[in-house]
């Protein structure tokens, strides 16, 4: 992480959900009693059926939306009554990836990626020089200049991961990632999360991809219903 | 800072060169606004300088009896000069009457004035208000009793000049009403069309808004750049707008001359004069307003 938080708590897990539940209105329950953490370098899967409460943890960990109930830390920060002053800073220290790529269409692939860096106030020197390196690791430092409609999907969802990384984050959230590409994209994205993995950073994917998931041999938590169903260190697609 | 301010507008420039069209949409709506106001005030100014281009050619003519010397219609002069609202007060003698008489070349005014064989008018006192209501409050001073042993025909010729005066003071007044009425309306669909253009120009970009909320921007960061782009817009709607209508009134100011007399209506002049004021303050309104509807529409987009 790049700062600290003033109510940072040291050496604590990555994650941690302590009996977080999320409710909408009076009848709806997102989320019940969920619990659960995830230390640093670890590479977890959350896997689920539509509406098992998935991405509703996403939301909660990107403060979003707030708990309903319990509590939930992100390196150490407790989150749970995050101001929203302070969500902008959570969000810069967690790395980001969704379904439908999030790009910004009217700018260039290198000022999407650049721009998670401006926001912080970043130089523009070393933005120049940092841009087209991380750029580069995930296979596009030929397509700086091109804006995200001229990409394929595979190749959108890599600059995605790439304005992900460029803060260094320590936490890589990936929310359904490989949803809206084929196999081929699928496991090229997927050896890019490994190795992201490998270097240090702890990813958490949210997938409903049951070869993903088996492939990948890590852990998998699975909700349904809003409820943790299992918790396996080195799992499996069970629903 | 010198780096942010920078970055912003960057940013706000890039995304208006970007959303080109949008650009153009949304300029031309708040230059047609700029262009629209102009004509409203133009309007508004150009009535108010016909009802006061007619007031000033009313006056009120007093005729003294003939028994009243010159010296007491000096006096007279004096005390109507220090009413409230009497611009000018001149004295006509009665020679200058007599004269005015023979040269209207009435062949029956002649015959009787010489069947008469004197001077048989009294002076006369024309006097000029600041503007026609003053009149209704001049003549009620003069219906006193210290002025009826001076003054002519008093009852019957105040109330007939009464009369007029107020049925076109209460004219003028429903114009100036009137006009002020349209404007203000017309004022406030201006306003609603800048305060739409704005919100639609941020609804188009609402899904990027959320985009950057969840790589981190603080709220004044996403502000910034469409606070930028809103002053651009400002300025320059406020320079085409203003030189469209300073180019028509420019064309159109000699058909008003001739129409009005270049004394009377002098819309041109009256905006050549106030011109810094006037697009001034539309810039500055225009500003308020367009900051006031982007910080609305983007709050709803930074809820993310």
Known sequence: ?239 | MIAATHRVLRFALQSMWRNLWLTIATGATIALTVFSLSSLLAIHVGIAQVVRSVESQLDLTLTLYPTVTESQANTLVVAINGLPNVKKVTYVSKEQVLEEQKQSGDAEVLRSLEAIGENPFGASLIVEATDSKAYLAIIDELKKEQYSALIEGQEKHFEENKNFLQNFSNFADKVRYAALAVTAVFALISALMVFNAVRVAIYTQREEITVMRLVGATSSFIRGPYLAELFIYSVTSVIIGGALFMGLLYAGQPYLSTYFGQENVNLLGYFQDNALLIFGAQFVGLMLLSMVSASLAVQRYLSV
């Open chain 1, 1 to 239: 992480m790049t700062s600290e938080p003033k109510n940072k708590q040291k050496n604590q897990p990555m994650i941690e959900l302590k009996g977080v539940s999320k409710l909408y209105g009076d009848n709806i329950t997102a989320l019940q009693s969920v619990s659960f953490s995830i230390v640093p370098g670890e590479l977890v899967s959350v896997v689920g059926r539509s509406g098992a409460g998935k991405s509703t943890i996403v939301r909660l960990l990107l403060a979003e939306e707030k708990v309903s109930r319990g509590s939930i830390s992100v390196g150490g920060w407790d989150i749970t009554n995050v101001s929203r002053r302070d969500v902008p800073q959570l969000r810069r220290q967690i790395g980001t990836v969704f379904q439908d790529f999030k790009l910004l269409p009217k700018k260039t692939i290198f000022e999407n990626v650049a721009f998670a860096l401006e926001v912080s106030g970043e130089a523009s020197k070393i933005i120049r020089e940092v841009v087209p390196q991380v750029l580069q690791l995930v296979g596009l430092g030929n397509r700086l200049h091109q804006y995200p409609a001229q990409l394929s999907g595979g190749e959108q969802q890599r600059a995605s991961i790439a304005r992900s990384l460029i803060h260094r984050p320590k936490l890589l959230l990936a929310d359904e990632p490989t949803g809206n590409l084929d196999s081929i994209n699928t496991a090229e994205i997927i050896d890019l999360l490994k190795k992201i993995n490998d270097l240090g950073t702890t990813v958490v994917l949210v997938t409903h991809n049951r070869d993903v998931v088996n492939t990948l041999r890590k852990r998998v938590i699975t909700l349904d219903k809003g409820t943790i169903i299992s918790d396996q260190a080195v799992g499996r697609y069970v629903l």
